[in-house]
């Protein structure tokens, strides 16, 4: 299983940034995926999930903010940030549980600062 996040960069506050995640080894259709985000120092937080029918849950600091997709055709899974905050600064991870086994993505860092 490989996960392929990218997308990060350097952006400025009450900007937009797009981060992708390319996954192989798994049943992408069926696989409900996930990104965390952890800011250095501290500990990896949940930021969204999406299932296979394409249902979606936020975590409350990114709820209105952030949306997360996904191709299936494509086997990639998005997560789109608007808004963005000083605080949303981190490294971004995508993540599957495949066959009682986690599996993360290598991280893209998001730093939102003028």
């Known amino acids: 299983v490989q996960l392929q996040a990218y997308g990060g960069g350097l952006v400025q506050p009450g900007g937009s940034l797009r981060l992708s995640c390319a996954a192989s080894?798994?049943?992408?259709?069926?696989?409900?995926m996930a990104w965390y985000l952890q800011p250095a120092g501290k500990q990896r937080e949940w930021v969204a999930t999406i299932i296979s029918r394409g249902s979606t849950n936020y975590g409350d600091s990114v709820k209105g903010r952030f949306t997360i997709s996904r191709d299936n055709a494509r086997r990639r899974v998005y997560l789109q940030m608007n808004s963005l905050k000083p605080e949303d600064t981190a490294v971004y991870y995508c993540?599957?549980?495949?066959?009682?086994?986690?599996?993360w993505g290598q991280g893209t860092l998001v730093t939102v600062s003028s």
């Open positions: 080894g798994i049943n992408f259709s069926i696989a409900t």
């Open positions: 993540y599957v549980s495949w066959k009682s086994h986690d599996y």
